[in-house]
């Protein structure tokens, strides 16, 4: 077998690997469970929740990540690597931990008067849209630092000699540059919040009808042995996944000004 | 008026100071240096793209080394134009019009003369992604020239141009500094297209201004051994002897052995090093049988033909003496060179010219 056959099969085998994986959900499907399992307002509830706290999370951290990753990416200022580092925290760090690092910061006394006299995160709806903006934000900042890069800054320069000031600048012609990149990301970073756990879970907890995110109703639904819901809700985190690729890569194609 | 005093500026990558700088209003003053002197970096301190340490710059006698680039009325084509890619001709053009905040109405009837100069009607509605090099350039300097700045600020625009191409901005820019007379400071490494362009040049080289003057000034009385390399310029020999003639108003140069003699200028002083300069362009080969000029008189050597080359525009002779051995470079028209019937090996007499002589301090 010549060396391009080889590596092209390796290719197959992560597909079939992947593809048995999902083929295997459908010896679940149908039948009566199945259909009880998607009305149940639980099911429903789960859905809507984490579409809406992850939509939520997510323009929270676009409105953070972009100057950040602006800043990052245009200017030098003291810290600057530093603030790159951390930014990548969430990237490496368990999710878990993540979590739990927040609830112990919500027993702080500083964390104890912010729900005092704030909001409540802890157990709370808040509290799961806190975990999902926790993991994007540092994946939504480098992402976008990542498309504004792209961007030579000497368009910023002529545009600013010609009169333009730098808000001005940024709004007609960084942000027209970039919109793919920056859309792609946000798309991004919605699709990781939709699956979010592990922070979740352990600042927000497992309650049904209040904080179960999809991601949480697949393993309390594993946990009763109710195989359905689980599959029912992988399917809907698997669509968007596959949804969220695709326009991905439809952003990315062609080139408008042609 | 443009004016430049002292300006110091530290990156972390490289630093110049003290930099002055003189332009007048209506000149087209080229900032001439080798790539890597830091040009660039003078030209983005004026657009305020960095913040100088030192220094003052005036521009119609408005101190602006504190003001935001908006604020400036510079108008910058980068190397690589910058057009926005987003925008189409048109909108490229009215950029810093509406930028600025100013009433497109009144510009109409400039920016239409601009157009039409430029001859960019037909492309209006087009993206930059689809234009060709040239007419790239052509919306470039039509877009920076439409809000009418006090400068134009051109980092070398015609580097990475085919010939023809390069002709046709060459000319472009000729035909728009005298249509409408804009103040122009243009960086270039290259002393030919300075040459035909600049009222006035600036050589920079090695973090400082080594000379400024007229394009002739420049080519034909060099300052230093710098300036005179950096323009290519052929036949520098160091002066081994100094000596004043007897009738005092002309120096004895000694160069391997052949005196050259050479009419006094003021600053030079005995026992100072010097190297003297030929002009390629100055030297005469002489015919056979043909009277001289008195004047040449002077300078006449004996020697023989090394090599030729057909250049274009004129044919390059390579003309060693028979005393000393030095090796001159002379530089003769097409038609005299037919003239002249040369051969490799051939022996000939060279008369130097008054006007082929410059001393350069060593």
């Known amino acids: 077998m010549g060396f391009r056959h080889t590596l092209i099969g390796v290719a197959l085998f992560i597909f079939l690997f992947y593809f048995g994986l999902i083929l295997s959900l459908f010896y679940f499907m149908g039948g009566k469970g199945f259909w009880h399992a998607w009305v149940n307002p639980y099911t429903l509830y789960s859905i809507r929740l984490s579409l809406v706290a992850a939509t939520i999370a997510t323009f929270l951290a676009i409105f953070i990540a972009l100057p950040s990753a602006y800043a990052l990416s245009r200017f030098e200022f003291i810290g600057k690597n530093v603030v790159d580092t951390i930014l990548e925290i969430p990237m490496i760090l368990s999710p878990i931990a993540l979590g739990a690092a927040f609830l112990i910061f919500f027993n702080t006394p500083m964390g104890k008067l912010i729900q005092e006299k704030g909001i409540y995160f802890v157990f709370e709806i808040p509290g799961v849209i806190l975990a999902q903006f926790a993991t994007v934000a540092g994946l939504a900042t480098r992402l976008m630092k990542a498309s504004l890069d792209e961007i030579s800054p000497r368009y910023e320069a002529v545009a600013r000699s010609l009169g333009s000031s730098p808000w001005k600048t940024f709004y007609r012609i960084t942000l027209p540059l970039s919109y793919k990149g920056l859309l792609a990301s946000g798309i991004l970073c919605w699709a990781k919040a939709v699956g979010e756990f592990g922070a979740t879970v352990t600042l927000a907890g497992a309650m049904p009808g209040k904080t179960e995110t999809m991601p949480i109703a697949i393993f309390t639904a594993l946990a009763s042995a109710n195989i359905e819901k689980a599959v029912i809700l992988i399917f809907i985190l698997l669509l968007i996944g596959i949804g969220t690729l695709y326009s991905v890569r439809f952003i990315g194609k062609g080139y408008r000004y042609d | ?362």
């Open chain 2, 1 to 362: 008026m443009i004016k430049i005093e002292g300006l110091t500026i530290r990156l972390k990558t490289f630093e110049f100071s003290d930099f002055n700088l003189a332009i007048e209003k209506g000149e087209f003053h080229f900032l001439l240096g080798p790539t890597g002197s830091g040009k660039t970096l003078i030209l983005e301190s004026i657009v305020g793209l960095h913040r100088p340490r030192k220094g003052k710059i005036w521009i119609d006698g408005k101190e602006v080394q504190g003001l935001p680039p908006e604020k400036r009325e510079v108008s910058y084509v980068p190397q690589d134009l910058a057009l926005f890619p987003h925008l189409n001709v048109w909108e490229n053009i009215i950029y810093g019009v509406k930028a600025r905040g100013l009433q497109l109405k009144d510009y109409d009837s400039y920016i239409g003369d601009l157009i039409s100069i430029t001859k960019i009607e037909a492309l209006l509605e087009r993206y930059p992604a689809r234009l060709s090099g040239g007419e790239k350039k052509r919306v470039a300097l039509l877009r920076a020239l439409a809000s009418k700045p006090k400068l134009l600020i051109l980092d070398e625009p015609l580097t990475g141009l085919d010939p023809s191409i390069k002709f046709e901005i060459q000319q472009l820019l000729k035909t728009l500094h005298s249509s409408f007379q804009p103040t122009i400071l243009c960086v270039s490494h290259d002393f030919e297209e300075a040459y035909l362009l600049a009222d006035r040049i600036t050589v920079f080289i090695d973090g400082k201004v080594q000379q400024v003057g007229t394009k002739e000034e420049i080519f034909l009385k060099p300052s230093s051994n710098k300036v005179a390399q950096f323009l290519g310029l052929r036949n520098l020999y160091p002066v081994s002897s100094m000596a004043k003639d007897p009738d005092q108003r002309r120096w004895l140069l000694g160069v391997n052995g052949l005196l050259f003699s050479v009419p006094m200028v003021p600053d030079q002083r005995e026992g100072e090093k010097w190297n003297l300069f030929i002009r390629p362009e100055e030297v005469m080969i002489l015919r056979e049988g043909k009277p001289v000029k008195e004047s040449l008189k002077r300078n006449i050597f004996e020697g023989e033909i090394v090599d030729f080359m057909d250049r274009g525009r004129y044919n390059l002779v390579h003309f060693q003496s028979q005393e000393g051995n030095l090796l001159f470079e002379i530089h003769i028209p097409n038609y005299a060179f037919r003239n002249l019937d040369l051969w490799k090996g051939k022996k000939v007499r060279v008369a130097l010219r008054e006007e082929s002589f410059w001393i350069i301090p060593h």
